[in-house]
């Protein structure tokens, strides 16, 4: 007696969902048996959103957020501030910031930052670009870097910072400090440095 384990079209499903980021063996085989067995699952539906959105979205060129062939909903806003260009390492981290609605100017993603340790050189990133945008951009452009706080992100904020001064934009860095609702008490003492250095009048 063999014994039994699901049929190979479920196995091949299973595989596939074991690819995905955080889904575990136990996670996929949950998946898959709910997509094929809830009555509230549609598959078809979900195999044509997936095929739909590899099929249409890409990089937008200029900033690198998701666009589609209809264009960028970020670069082609007429209403957004052109004098202030901010720059962050991942397309995703501008929703955050579009969510916070504090910033509406324009953005530039550099597809990753700096790490030697992971081979990621200055050569990796959308760095040439950014430089062209900054020499087309009219006068009184504000470069806004918002980059990670850890080791890289800071080494990837000073690389930039260097090689963009002297160019015709005014270099700002996005404030690091506390998170809202936290105390003192809880903070490390990295953050409270910083928190301490960024300090405005009030
Ligand atoms: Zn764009």
């Known amino acids: 007696m063999t014994r039994a384990d699901f049929p190979e079209p479920v196995k091949s499903l299973v595989g596939e969902l074991k690819r995905l980021p955080g889904i575990g063996p136990r996670s996929a085989e949950r998946i898959a048996v709910w997509l094929l067995q809830n009555p509230k699952a549609d598959p078809p539906a979900l195999a044509r959103a997936l095929q739909t959105a590899a099929a249409t979205v890409r990089p937008c060129p200029q900033c690198g957020f998701f666009a589609t062939a209809a264009g960028c909903g970020i670069c082609d806003d007429p209403q957004r501030d052109d004098a202030m260009l901010c720059v962050i390492e991942q397309a995703t981290d501008v929703l955050p910031l579009e969510r916070s609605g504090a910033f509406r100017g324009r953005y530039h993603c550099l597809g990753g930052k700096l790490s030697p340790l ?14 062209r945008r900054v020499d087309a951009a009219p006068a009184g452009l504000e470069v806004i870097l918002a980059l990670g706080s850890d080791v890289e992100g800071e ?5 930039l910072a260097e090689l ?4 015709n934009c005014r270099l700002t860095r996005i404030a690091q400090g506390l998170p809202a609702g936290g105390g003192l008490e809880h903070a490390d003492a990295l953050t409270l440095l910083r928190a301490m250095q960024g300090r405005r009048g009030c």
């Open 118 to 131: 992971d081979r990621v050189s200055p050569d990796d990133l959308h760095i040439p670009a950014l430089l």
């Open 164 to 167: 963009l001064r002297g160019k």
């Open 155 to 159: 080494a990837t904020a000073n690389y």
